[in-house]
């Protein structure tokens, strides 16, 4: 074996037995959560929240929880600048949110659109990584409709969940809708 040979035999050798004494010495701290800390994620608060928008895709169930529709579109949550010099950062009732979604059976056949427009904020809720929105909804209909619902309803109540600043879930009244976009919330992604 010639010198060369020798010293990266050595520095190979040298290296193995760091990572080894690495894996078997290391002293692991469990007082920090997994993913709050070690990420160095924080809560989310309302100023996160401004001026998101995403796309929807979602497949809806129907009443029997069998895939119905192919549900997609945009959405967007924005804030109206106020009129006064309010800088209340918990004032919601500037916060707006509307979508436009397209459904479409999973056959190709009764494609329609809706739209969910004048957002009337109730309430705005964080816990930790998921900011809760509730409030009512005026939602347009147009389009091959199959008679479900009325071309605009208002003041359908509306719950709207963006987790980790990521995902959106949708969910409007299956009541006052007639259960129109199925048993679960409408789901979609932030950009």
Not at 42 to 69: E, H
Not at 132 to 146: E, F, P, V, Y
Not at 178 to 191: E, L, W
């Amino acid at each position: 074996m010639n010198s060369l040979s020798f010293v990266i035999f050595a520095i190979a050798l040298l290296g193995i037995s760091l990572v080894v004494n690495g894996t078997f010495n290391h002293k692991y701290d469990y007082s920090r959560s997994l993913f709050q800390d070690s990420f160095g994620l924080r809560p989310v608060n309302i100023s996160d929240i401004k001026n998101l928008k995403g796309n929807i895709i979602s497949l809806q169930n129907d009443g029997s929880m069998i895939p119905a529709w192919i549900v997609s579109g945009k959405w967007k949550i924005f804030e109206i600048p106020s009129d006064n010099n309010i800088t209340n950062a918990s004032n919601t009732q500037n916060l707006k949110f509307n979508a436009s979604i397209t459904m479409t059976s999973l056959y190709g056949t009764n494609t329609h659109k809706h739209k969910l427009v004048d957002f009337k904020p109730l309430n705005l809720t964080f816990q930790n990584r998921t900011s809760i929105i509730n409030g009512t909804i005026s939602l347009t209909s147009s389009g091959d409709k199959i008679g479900i619902i009325d071309e605009r309803l208002n003041g359908v109540p509306i719950g709207i969940k963006i987790m980790n600043l990521r995902t959106i879930s949708i969910d409007v009244d299956k009541k006052m809708l007639k259960g129109h976009f199925g048993d679960s919330p409408i789901y979609g992604r932030v950009d």
